[in-house]
């Protein structure tokens, strides 16, 4: 299995462009979460998605952050306008369904956002 | 009172010696507890579960858990220089949300 996929691996942009952000997670696995990553705040849960319909987005810092998920295999992140602040390690996962309680999340590479 | 806290570290032990990683939450429901391993610019792997009170051993590791405490830590026998990485432990919160704290970062020197 090739795992979480995500594209670009690294964006270098100016302020007040739009970004977006892509996921593929592991075949099968029902359900897809973005994180964004920094020094200062750790590892956050922006929005998560279950069988392709979003479930939680409180975490979305802001209006000018969506995410959609237009089908089992793809997902997006998209940041419009983007702001210096928005620099961050964004990570994409996705884990199995489980009876209970959570499966094991599996975490893209992540991509390295860089907004001058 | 972070959900989540963690000693950012860096915790630094001689190889061969244990390495004892703490994390206290503050949600009492809280019900599962993941330690994820995260080297410097790769994502998070998870290393750890454990949902009971008690052990929970796996290889060189092992993962303590007290709820009254809300407490839970990740100890690493024989460590070694590769162990030598940013330990995050996370909380479920809900069913199906993780709560990460900011992590340890671990220095084993040789």
């Known amino acids: 299995d090739a795992g979480v996929i995500q594209s670009p691996r690294h964006e270098v942009t100016e302020m007040g462009q739009e970004v977006t952000l892509r996921c593929k997670p592991i075949?099968?696995?029902?359900?897809l979460f973005w994180y964004r990553q920094t020094m200062m705040r750790g590892l956050e849960l922006l929005i998560y998605f279950n069988n392709n319909v979003p479930i939680d987005d409180s975490g979305m810092p802001e209006d000018r952050f969506s995410a959609k998920m237009p089908n089992a295999s793809f997902s997006t992140l998209k940041i419009q306008p983007s702001e210096p602040r928005d620099s961050a390690v964004y990570f994409c996962?996705?884990?199995?369904?489980?009876?209970?309680?959570?499966?094991?999340?599996?975490f893209g590479p992540g991509t390295r956002l860089t907004v001058l | 009172q972070k959900e989540v806290e963690q000693n950012s570290g860096p915790l630094s032990v001689p190889e061969g010696a244990i390495a004892s990683l703490n994390c206290t939450y503050s949600?009492?429901?809280?019900?599962?507890f993941f330690w994820y391993r995260q080297y410097s610019g790769k994502s998070p792997e998870l290393i750890m579960s454990i949902y009971s009170n008690g052990d929970k051993e796996d290889g060189r590791f092992t993962a303590q858990l007290n709820k009254a405490s809300q407490y839970v830590s990740l100890l690493i026998r024989d460590s070694q220089p590769s162990d030598s990485a940013t330990y995050l432990c996370?909380?479920?919160?809900?069913?199906?949300?993780?709560?990460f704290g900011t992590g340890t970062r671990l220095q084993v020197f040789p």
């Open positions: 075949s099968g696995h029902d359900y």
């Open positions: 949600d009492r429901v809280s019900q599962s």
């Open positions: 996962a996705s884990s199995l369904a489980r009876t209970g309680g959570l499966d094991t999340q599996y």
């Open positions: 996370a909380v479920n919160r809900d069913t199906d949300k993780l709560i």
